[in-house]
Structures are given as C-alpha cells and as structure tokens.
C-alpha cells in the first residue's frame, strides 16, 4: 500500500532563508504523482506544485521546487526567499497509480513558521 | 472562474438538525470530492463524484449523505449527526480522477 511521511511536524525558519520540507514515501507502482499542499490558518488547502514520476526534471513553481529524488523516494519541497505569509501547514501527498478510482493519499503535514 | 466555493463558512447544529453544506466549481472540472479534517490532521476522504456519479464512499456513516446535482455542484446532507463529527468539511475538484485538486474555503463544521 502506499504510504507518504512527513517527519517533521513543525519548523522555525527566519524569514528570507531556504527551506527543506521533507517528504518521502512508498510505492511498488512506477506510475505515481507527487503534490505539495500549503494550508494557512484559514483552512483552505492551496496546491502549490506536481512531480509526476516519469518526470526527468524537477518540478518549479515560482518559490517553490520539488527535489525529486526518485531511487530514494523523497519528494522535498524548497521554499527560497521565505516570507511571513508562508507560515502554514504544509502537506506532501500522493496519488495512486491512476485508474477509475485513483486516490491522492495525504502525509501527516509540517508546521512552516517563519520568524520576521 | 478558478475557485471553488463552500457555504455555509461556518455552521452549528444539534443532534437532531437536518442541514446540508454546498460546494460549487465552475472550472469545467469532472470530479468532485469531499474531505473531513479534524485539528492539526491531514485531510480524511469522504466521497468522490467522478462525472455525477458516485465513484468512492470510503465507508461513511450514512449519516453524511453525498448528492451530486449536475457537474458544477456537490452537496453533503447532514442528518443526526454527533459531535465527534465537529470538523472542517472540505469541497475539491478536478479535471479528471488523480489530476491536482482544488480546494474550497471549507465549511467548520460544530456538533452540539
């Protein structure tokens, strides 16, 4: 079955620094997706960035990267240049291979506060 | 139009209360889900809708029943509910099954 952890449930970062939030799962299929949620206190989940896993290069979205590495089946987000406004909580996820009935399985999710 | 939305934003009902929470997406999107989040826990799927037809019921209570009028809108109908089913509900969608979801604001939910 597949299965995605989070091993950091919270982290403090000052503001304008990198970071690494980490992210590995498991999975015997080789057709799989990988997605990286923010949640702010608000409550909606806001999708940030997709890897899929025939993907040669690593996914980018503006601030945000995905270090895909598949033969250690990590999927780590990497926030540049943080701000106050990404203090959140943050979910990796994944989907199952795909089919009728493909579902996107959620890690445990790590605390993201930025320090001014 | 690329949002989904949810009302009521927040909703307070007893045990015996019949009331029922909206979702609605105009993005052309096939599917749509809901999810259930208690405090400080990642998102727990309820129900897929795949083309307005039901295509995943992760064993709900049938006190949470899903409806799916047309392709733009999922409701959830709450009837007898308890209070360990206080939670934030939240409405996805997407272009097809296991494509990215889009989230709504989401409905907190409380059980009385």
């Known amino acids: 079955a597949q299965k995605i952890t989070q091993t950091q449930p919270g982290m403090f970062v000052q503001e304008k620094e990198a970071v690494t939030l980490d992210c590995t799962y498991d999975t015997s299929d080789q057709s799989y997706g990988l997605f990286w949620y923010k949640q702010p206190s608000s409550g909606e989940m806001i999708f940030l960035i997709y890897?899929?896993?025939?993907?040669?290069q690593n996914a980018t979205e503006g601030r945000y990267s995905l270090n895909f590495q598949k033969a250690r089946k990590s999927a780590n987000l990497v926030i540049s240049a943080s701000q106050l406004g990404d203090s959140a909580m943050y979910f990796c996820a994944m989907r199952e291979p795909y089919s009728s009935a493909s579902k996107i399985i959620f890690g445990s999710g790590t605390r993201l506060s930025i320090r001014p | 139009d690329t949002e989904v939305t949810q009302t009521p934003k927040h909703l307070v009902m007893g045990m015996t209360n019949k009331k029922s929470l909206k979702c609605e997406q105009h993005?052309?999107?096939?599917?749509m889900y809901w999810y259930k989040q208690k405090a400080k826990k990642p998102p727990e799927l309820m129900f897929v809708y795949s083309y307005e037809k039901l295509s995943i019921n992760e064993s709900v209570p049938s006190r949470f029943s899903p409806e799916c009028p047309n392709s733009s809108l999922l409701n959830l109908h709450l009837h007898a509910l308890q209070p360990e089913d206080s939670a934030l509900y939240l409405c996805?969608?997407?272009?097809?099954?296991?494509?990215?979801?889009?989230f709504g604001p989401g409905t907190r939910l409380t059980v009385l």
């Open positions: 996805a969608s997407s272009q097809e099954m296991a494509n990215e979801q889009f």
């Open positions: 890897q899929g896993s025939y993907d040669e």
């Open positions: 993005m052309g999107h096939r599917a």
